[in-house]
């Protein structure tokens, strides 16, 4: 079964760093571009940026300059460094692509952002 696997989140202080990753596993025929998105509690789900397979990058607005997305193809896995942390990046974050024209999930990542 093919799924993504987020990890790396944790408690951290502002201004503070953490990197996320995103794995891909399971028997991978195809996969096109990988979507860092968080979910605040009480708001809506929002795009933190995105990595295509040849390495094009693009940001949400909120996180330009600070947060840095990385792709390793050998090992199906992204990267999301974050920098400069503020407690409005608190949220659940969250992995997304289409692996073998699926929709696919990661099940999360919690980052808390507080001192």
């Known amino acids: 079964q093919v799924q993504l696997v987020e990890s790396g989140g944790g408690l951290v202080q502002p201004g503070g760093s953490l990197r996320l990753s995103c794995a891909a596993s399971?028997?991978?025929?195809?996969?096109?571009?990988i979507t860092w998105y968080r979910q605040a509690p009480g708001k809506e789900r929002e795009l933190v940026a995105t990595?295509?397979?040849?390495?094009?990058?693009n940001y949400g607005d909120s996180v330009k300059g600070r947060f840095t997305v990385s792709r390793d193809n050998a090992k199906n896995t992204v990267y999301l460094q974050m920098n400069s942390l503020k407690p409005e990046d608190t949220a659940v974050y969250y992995c997304?692509?289409?692996?073998?024209?699926?929709?696919?999930w990661g099940q999360g990542t919690q980052v808390t952002v507080s001192s």
């Open positions: 997304h692509s289409f692996i073998n024209y699926r929709d696919t």
């Open positions: 399971g028997s991978i025929l195809a996969i096109n571009a």
């Open positions: 990595i295509t397979t040849t390495g094009g990058t």
